[in-house]
């Protein structure tokens, strides 16, 4: 029998809108790294968390301030109250702004410091790319497609100049740009049946079209108090290990702008030996897309407070 090898999984944008933060407010079995992260993401909001959040509209859980904030607060949050009852993280990864909890998971990013990066990262992308209509700048294509209409929706995404933004697996991926081409396509997918479905991401994330902030964010980092991961992390644009400071802050970094390679990160995880699997959500979509590569890892139930 192979040994139990654990990795936890932060998602991205996409589900945050039925959060209810209201069972994790603070209370007194939880540690001093817990109280840390909730009153950072307190001052952040101007208020308690699960007050501020519960006052929100769904729309206003969808803009990308909003958003950012309360998907990072839910994942630490939740692996915090959950730590002690895991006996040793083997791996942990990130998916898009997932990828700023698991560095501070990994122990990269000080729990103090995290709500203020997260914060910085939300503003400078919405500086980098303002979107004044508040539409979709992200789409989900299906990869299943025959080839005479693959080239096409191939021919209509360059045409629009939209780009690859997260290569999610064989059969799905995701694409985004400024929103009156993403509209644009979309209303020509819908009408030759090209499998396109937008996501409520108001900003161009993981492509070129945000280039202007990487080295914005990138100073952000070094002014923190980062240190070297004490958990295997991967970096999202790469699937390559991340080991040093510099490291940390290339793939925070970089993958503003940068297709991410998740596939690959998965891929790289399970044949690093990774048995069981805590998806952190929002959702479990990231559950799914493991069972997809290895029907024989084990998914934790997710914790219920």
Known sequence: MRPSRLAIICAGQGQQASLDFTALRPGASDSADYELVWRGFSECVGGEFDH??????????SQNHHAQLGIVAWQVLSYLRYRKALTKVDWVLGYSVGELSAQAIA????????????????QLMDQGAPNSKHLPCLFLLSERLPPQARSRRLKSLERLGLQLAIHRSQSESIWGGPPDPVAQFLLEAHKASWGAR???????????????VVPLFRDALTAASLQPPEI??????SADPVRTIDEVQDALSLQLAQTIRWDECLMAMLERGVTDVLD??????QSRLVQALSSDTHILDVPKF
């Open 232 to 237: 295997n992390i991967l970096a999202g644009v």
């Open 52 to 61: 501020v959040w519960s006052a929100l509209t769904q729309e206003q859980r």
């Open 280 to 285: 952190l959500g929002p959702g479990q979509d």
């Open 198 to 212: 937008p996501i409520d991401v108001r900003v161009p994330s993981h492509t070129s079209y945000l280039s202007s």
């Open 107 to 122: 122990g990269s990013i000080p729990f103090s410091e995290l709500a203020g990066l997260v914060r910085v990262r939300a």
